[in-house]
């Protein structure tokens, strides 16, 4: 009894955000089975315990902003060691208590931060034994059909095509108009593998970064009344100003999207159901390929979810998750797990196959692009998720 009235306390301290560094360790404790009597039935226990009266409706919009709180207030705590930034748990979908256990899984998270994950337990055949992070890197095809990888090239003039030379720079590519060059409207194609990721500076001075497994064709200078792109996979872009000359994605079957001079992000992998574009700044009109009704107009803050044949707009998006790669990071809020293991196809250039009936599951949190597979895998263990790593890059995912 003694035990539960502790347990009661440190999850009211947990929900409360008032826990010490040391009631978060005992709490751990706890929840790990390492105090005789305090179990997860006991967690449990409370949370039925204290289920709110009359019993409200299960809101997950209202518990996904609670969570993001908590990790809010998570990221404004020093840490006492510096440990890989793995931040990963899961929700099954409970009918009413996965509110209450989502709140849980959360405050989880928030001391859980504390403690160095354990080496995920992987199995595997033959090498690799680990996988590491993505990195820079891509490949260029000039207007001939000839190819140049960027990995290895150093800085400084690469080529010379239509009157711009193409320049390496701290692995960035750089397009530099020299003179008018000819009327000639020539093409290059920057394309990222899995477990890649480029910055290009185009012509006209648009910065676009591409993430893994991504391509982008584009003039090699803008000539015309208008600036034209094609696009697959996914890029945050920052684009050039101006009026005259307005800038244009094309990601083909997919979406289309006009812009004068903004910041945004889009994500049209041919192997997601939907396509996504958030606005940073600026403003952009979205349609579909081949649609004459105008489109949307996005405003800062909103994103586009893009299906085959309607949009749907939502405001206040979270524009940090849109553009967490960008900054070094996994956001997993929200996100399923099927998802999640096409993200880390793609950075660590996996093969993931699934073993058995594996249950979806719920995750959020951030976690670092630069951790080693297993890291990751170490804290998505912690999640009751498990996996088999075989040769050939090969993961498997079982129940």
């Known amino acids: 009894m003694e035990q539960n009235t502790r347990l009661s306390y440190l999850l009211e ?3 409360a955000h008032t826990a010490s560094d040391e009631e978060l360790d005992e ?3 706890m929840v790990d089975g390492d105090v005789p009597g305090a179990t997860i039935d006991a967690v449990e226990s409370w949370l039925e315990a204290n289920r709110p009266q009359p019993q409200p409706a299960y809101d997950h919009a209202h518990w996904m902003e609670v969570a993001g709180q908590i990790l809010e207030a ?7 060691v510096p440990v890989p930034a793995v931040r990963v748990h899961y929700l099954h979908r409970w009918g009413w208590a996965a509110a209450a256990i989502l709140l849980f899984a959360t405050g989880a998270w928030f001391f859980n931060h504390y403690r160095k994950p354990q080496q995920a337990p992987i199995a595997h055949t033959g090498s690799p034994l680990d996988v590491n992070p993505g990195r820079n890197g891509a490949v260029l095809t000039l207007a001939d059909g000839s190819q140049m990888v960027l990995d290895s090239a150093g800085n400084g003039i690469i080529t010379r095509q239509n009157g711009t030379a193409v320049s390496l720079d701290s692995n960035a590519l750089q397009y530099t108009p020299e003179d008018d060059g000819s009327e000639e409207v ?3 194609t920057i394309t990222t593998a899995r477990g890649r990721q480029f910055k290009v500076r185009l012509p006209d001075g648009t910065r676009v970064w591409l993430n893994a497994a991504s391509s982008l064709r584009f003039p090699v200078a803008f000539k015309g009344k208008e600036r034209v792109v094609e696009f697959t ?5 920052e684009v050039a100003k101006n009026a005259l000359q307005p800038f244009s994605v094309k990601v083909p079957g997919k979406i289309d999207i006009n812009v004068l001079g903004t910041a945004f992000n889009v994500n049209a992998y041919a192997n997601e159901n939907n396509s996504y574009a958030t606005l940073v700044e600026g403003a952009v009109r979205v349609s579909l390929p081949g649609n004459t009704d105008g489109g949307v107009v996005l405003q800062p803050g909103d994103q586009v979810q893009a299906g085959t044949v309607r949009m749907e707009v939502m405001r206040n998006a979270n524009v940090d998750k849109a553009i967490a790669w960008k900054n070094g990071l996994f956001n997993f809020e929200g996100v399923g797990l099927r998802e999640m293991m096409r993200q880390l196809e793609r950075w660590y250039d996996l093969e993931v196959v699934y073993e ?3 249950p979806e599951m719920q995750f959020f949190g951030e976690m670092s692009r630069s951790l080693k597979l297993s890291d990751v895998l170490a804290g998505l263990e912690s999640a009751d998720v498990h996996f088999r790593l075989e040769a050939g890059r090969k993961l498997v995912v079982m129940p």
Not at 74 to 80: F, G, H, V
Request: proline residues 4%; hydrophobic residues 40%; charged residues 35%.
């Open 233 to 237: 996979g996914e890029a945050y872009f």
């Open 186 to 188: 020539k093409y290059n």
């Open 74 to 80: 998570d990221k404004l705590r020093d840490d006492p």
């Open 27 to 29: 709490l751990a404790a």
């Open 356 to 358: 058995g009936n594996v």
């Open 13 to 15: 301290r947990l929900a």
